[in-house]
């Protein structure tokens, strides 16, 4: 066969109408659907799109029925994570090279003017900074306070189901509850903390008084939700431990301090470094604690709250799309720094 | 077909084309849909209309209510707009957000409907300018009107009778400031902020100290305002001083040449931000939290933890009621305190409070006309007595002149005096950035982070720039 037939063969095949042509009802999705958001109006391009749309969803369920079977079943979950994480994802990425704002009808090409603002504009850096201290704190608390309550509950004691339970609740509950939650526990008037205070120094007792304060009243009630999270994945950590070794090292008489590093942290090193990395992702999106608690002040806006403000109170879609996009770039950042840094230890291991 | 069939078979025929001609037009089913806080003046804006409204068109109006906590409205309500979901017909709104929803193309000019409908007019005329002005105009002040009052509001004194009239407290206060201790809603009413300020000096007892003759079962403080960093719970307040004290803020209503710098941060503005902020000393512990809004001053009076506030009208139906006031049967109101001029003259300006309600864009054909003949119902006479003997307010002066006003309400006699003092903030589109600013600025103040000054030039040059970027001045 020579080039030309095999040429004219090729686009036989595009062309044909077969129901197992995904290629050609691929060709007039991409032609078609731009198409008529152009030249029809908005009911009939969305009538047309549905109709494209299905069109290859029938052609390559059959094309795939034989074929490519495997990929046939995995494509209900890869359809649904298109439509709800990537679409909107690009989308949002698009936007951020624009000056749109959700309540206006206005809409220019600014390229990465939005980017070049917000990385000059200090009070972002600012907030990153509240946010990476925000970060650290809360983290750092959540993983000591995890760690010791996971050793508490690796052994066995009376009622130890039951305060598992207890101890499990915080992180069953909403973030607005346990937000209002701690406002009534810190405040100086109604609140627990003050009243046990002041029966001692006589005085009531203002938490959120200073930034020191107010990002300690943030950290607690953050820790005291997330805490029992770290300690559930040590935990689990802990029970795979051999009882074996401990025995041996016991016999040994080997240091608890040793026993405990040279044992028991190596079972859960790996399970800490996951909760480590689901914490500290989650810490760098902290909103409602902090929403709630102080609404920002006393410096404790956090760049997720920032981000509110730009999206929901000023409209400011384009730009606070862009600020998204930068912070997922650091979590990135920071979770391959993670996953790098655990899969040295395992290959050191 | 004999001459009797033939009568009959006629008069059935001319009977049934009759009927066809004369037959009823069936009256249409219309539902229009409102957003609305969820709170007492909405409340009883439904349970009114569910207990009389009748359209005067024949047709089934059915208004649909949609309650929203408050403090999710703007966000769900701005949600809803800016998706073009097209939801709502008519919607609650701040005053502040009307350039932000009108620019948007969401709130729909009335100024035609008003002008060809002459009751309309009549009613609007027959309207206090001041809530008509705040809730209404766009650009503020301007001729075009995008809205009704819903709940007029404005702030108000709340006083503990029951402290503040007390034989011991009154000697006690007469021996040591050598004046009366303001007791009734009349002597209450010509309280400046000088008093304001010495009742809060005065009141400020431990657990176990006397109080009103008996051991005080918790801490007790004189007085209370506004001085949180959420929304606009400490702008509503400091506006207030700042135009007792003859300052300013940027002056919408002279675009492009007023100016920010300068007026925002006047020498007169410093002094009357230092005012506001001489008082907060007296207030409870919270107020240094920064989280001292409206609620929490509610809250605090009605646990009977301050013996006076300065608060919405909104919130005096709860103040009065047992089931959610400790202080229920003690409580007087009256005017809000204001500043005392070299003439003895108080001057009491403020901002206002409550919401407008507006009619959206896509709201047409028979719906805009059931829309309208809803507004003017709401807002007849009839239906304004009603509201106001529920615990609302109305800015219709005919119907708050009525001498039955005065007394559905204990805090109605402060409402027609108050109304004179009344301004409003910006209503421009950048309504929210200024406020966020601002509010993070006067929190540092609050928390004793920055001084007046400092904070007043902070937000004057942030001001001046944002409203240059936009165009607003020149």
Known sequence: MNTTTAAHSSAGKLLAFRWDNWRLALLATLIGVPLSAFVLPNFAAVVATCILGGLLVITSVVYSWTRHVGGLLVAPAIAVLVVMNIFPLLWSLGLSFYNYRADRQSLSFIGLRNYERLLSDPVVWERLTTTATLVVLTVAVQMVVGFLFALLFSKQFPLRRYLLILVLTPMMLSYVAVGAFFRYYYDPTFGLVSQVVNMFTDEPFVLISSTGGAIAAIVIADAWMWAPFVMLLVLAGLVSVPKHLYEAASIDRVPAWRRFWSITFPYVKGLLMLALLFRTIEAFKLFDVVFILTDGGQSTETIALYVYRQAIQFNKTSYSASLSYILLFTVIVLTNLYLYLANRRTKEG | ?474
């Open chain 2, 1 to 474: 077909m004999n001459r009797t069939s033939k009568l009959l078979t006629t008069l059935v025929v001319a009977g049934g084309m009759g009927l066809s001609f004369s037959a009823p037009s069936y009256a249409e089913e219309i539902t229009l849909r409102m957003a609305v806080p969820d709170w007492p003046p909405t409340r009883i804006m439904k349970k009114l209309f569910d207990e009389n409204y009748e359209a005067k068109s024949g047709n089934s109006v059915n208004l649909e209510f949609d309650f929203i906590p408050w403090p999710d409205y703007y966000t769900r309500l701005n949600a809803s707009l800016t998706s073009g979901e097209q939801k709502y017909n008519m919607a609650v709104s701040d005053s502040q957000w009307l350039g932000a929803f009108i620019e948007g193309g969401y709130y729909r000019k009335l100024n035609d409907l008003i002008d060809a409908d002459p009751e309309l007019k009549t009613i609007l005329d027959g309207m206090h300018q001041a809530p008509l002005q705040a809730y209404g105009t766009y650009p503020y002040k301007s001729e075009n009107i995008y809205g009704f009052p819903q709940m007029p509001d404005i702030l108000i004194t709340y006083a503990r009778t029951d402290v503040l009239c007390e034989a011991s407290e009154q000697a006690a206060f007469m021996a040591k400031y050598s004046t009366k201790l303001p007791c009734t809603p009349e002597e209450l009413d010509q309280m400046d902020w000088t008093m304001y300020g010495n009742i809060g000096e005065f009141f400020q007892r431990k657990k176990g100290d006397m109080l009103a003759g008996e051991p005080a079962t918790d801490d007790f403080y004189g007085i209370a305002y506004q001085a949180g960093k959420g929304y606009d719970f400490s702008s509503m307040q400091i506006n207030g001083f700042t135009w007792q004290h003859g300052a300013g803020i940027w002056d919408e209503t002279n675009i492009p040449n007023a100016q920010a710098e300068g007026v925002v941060n006047s020498d007169l503005a410093v002094v009357a931000l230092d005012r506001y902020l001489s008082l907060l000393k007296y207030m409870p512990p919270v107020v240094k939290t920064g989280s001292m809004d409206i609620f929490k001053t509610d809250e605090l009076f009605r646990e009977g933890k301050i013996a006076m506030n300065v608060q919405w009208i909104g919130f005096a139906e709860s103040a009065i009621n047992p089931e959610t006031s400790k202080v229920a049967n003690d409580v007087a109101f009256a005017s809000m305190p204001g500043l005392r001029k070299a003439d003895g003259r108080i001057d009491r300006s403020s901002n206002i409070g409550g919401q407008p309600f507006v009619i959206m864009t896509w709201t047409e054909g028979q719906e805009i006309i059931e829309a309208v003949d809803f507004v003017k119902w709401w807002l007849s006479s009839d239906i304004q007595h009603q509201f106001a003997a529920a615990g609302g307010q109305s800015a219709i002066k005919a119907v708050y002149n009525d001498p039955k006003y005065v007394t559905y309400r204990p805090w109605n006699r402060t409402w027609a005096s108050g109304l004179e003092w009344q301004r409003d903030v910006w209503h421009i589109p950048q309504f929210f950035e200024l406020l966020v600013q601002q509010q993070e600025q006067f929190d540092l103040a609050i928390t004793g982070k920055q001084d007046a000054k400092t904070t007043l030039g902070n937000i004057a040059s942030f001001q001046q720039r944002l409203l240059e970027d936009a165009g607003l001045i020149q």
